[in-house]
C-alpha cells in the first residue's frame, strides 16, 4: 500500500512553512509532509514585515520567529529623510529552518525534487508516488503571461564590520544614491553593534541585476557611510515581483484546481513584494479549513486570493504611475513624495489597509511626474474582464 498524507507541501519556502508550523499548532493530529528539492529548506532570505501588517492573534504565533526587531525605521531621499515610529521586525531563514526542524522533524524532505504535482499527488523524481487528501504547491511564482510585472531585484550582503556602524534602526530606503537603471534605494538593517545587512535594491522592469555592479554599489555606500567592511558573513539575492496589471481570472483557469500558496497563490503585496502578512493568513485560514478535499480548499485558497487582487486594485494603479510615467532615474520623486504623507497612512500603506480617504489623499495634487504620462498610466488598463 502506498503511504497516504493529510497534507503534502511541495516546496520548504516561507508560505509552506509557516502552514506547516500553523497545522502543527492547530490540528497536531494530521499527517503532513514537507518536501524541499535543495539540500537546505527555506533558501537564504531575510524576512521582513511591520508590526502593524498582522493582527494582534497572528503576532502572537510569529512572535517565537522573529529574529531582529527595531521600533522605528528612517528613509532618505535626495530633499529630505525622515524616522518612521513602529515596530520592524526580521526574520532570518536559518531561525525559520531551526523552528521548521523543530515542529516537523523527520516529515521535513530535503533533497526531494519532485517532477509532478496533482492536487492529491506528487510524483518524485526518482518515480516514487506520493499520495495526499491534499497537495499544496509552494514552489514560488510561475511564469504566467496573465501578469504584468515589474520587479524589486536586489543583491544582499551580510558583514561583520571592523568597528560599530552606530545605526540604531533600519534605513529601509535611502535613494539618496544614483539611480542607475530606474528606481534604486540602499536597505540596511543594523543586525547588532557592529554587524549590518546592506541590500542595493532596484524597481527596475526585467527580474535580474548584474551581481558584480550591486556588490560593487555595497562596497561604495559602505565606504561613503564610514563602516569598514571586514568579513562577508553571507550573501542573498532575489527578485520580488511587483504587479501593474492582470487577468485574474485567466491566470486562476492557469492552476486547474490545484491549491497552492505563496507566491505560486500570487500572494503578496503588489507594490513592496512583501508576502509575509499574506503567507501569515493564508496560513491561518488553511489551519482552519482542513481537513477537507482538494477541490474545497483549492476553492477557498482562490477566493482568498481573489479578495486581495480586489483590494490590491489601487495598488497596481501607483505601480503603473511609477513604471510606466516619467523617466525611470526620475521614479524616486514619487516615493519620495509619499513618505512625506500621514505616518498612519503610511503605516495603513504597507498592510495594504487604505481607506478611501488614503487614496484620495496619495493621488490629490500635482503628480510628481509628467501629468499626461501620469494619466496614460493610471488609464492603462484591457478589455478582459478581471484584469487590470
Sequence with gaps: MPQRYDVILVGAGLANGLIA?????????????????????????????????????????????????????????????????????????????????????????????????????????????????????GRGLQHTPHLQLGYQAFVGQEWQLAKPHGLTQPILMDATVDQQQGYRFVYTLPLNADRLLIEDTHYINQPTLTESVARQNIADYAKAHHWPLSLLLREE??????????????????????PCSGLRAGLFHATTGYSLPSAVALAEMIAHTLPCDAHTLSQRIEAFAREQWRTQRFFRLLNRMLFLAGRPDQRWRVMQRFYRLDAGLVSRFYAGQLRLSDKARILCGKPPVPIGEAVRALMMTSSKPGKK
Design 237 to 258: 539575492q532575489g527578485s520580488l515581483p511587483i504587479t501593474l496589471s492582470g487577468d485574474i481570472d485567466t491566470f486562476w483557469q492557469q492552476q486547474r484546481g490545484q
Design 21 to 137: 508550523l500553523r497545522l502543527r499548532q492547530q490540528q497536531p493530529q494530521l499527517r503532513i509532509l514537507l518536501l524541499e528539492s535543495h539540500a537546505h529548506p527555506a533558501g537564504n532570505h531575510t524576512w521582513s514585515f511591520h508590526q502593524d501588517d498582522l493582527t494582534a492573534e497572528q503576532l502572537t504565533w510569529v512572535q517565537p520567529l522573529i529574529s531582529y526587531r527595531w521600533p522605528g525605521y528612517q528613509v532618505r531621499f535626495p530633499q529630505f529623510r525622515r524616522n518612521v515610529s513602529g515596530e520592524y521586525c526580521s526574520i532570518s531563514s536559518a531561525d525559520f529552518v531551526q523552528r521548521l526542524y523543530d515542529a516537523v522533524g523527520s516529515d521535513l524532505w530535503t533533497a526531494s525534487p519532485v517532477i509532478n504535482v496533482t492536487p492529491t499527488q506528487v510524483t518524485l523524481a526518482d518515480d516514487r508516488v506520493l499520495h495526499a487528501a491534499v497537495v499544496i504547491d
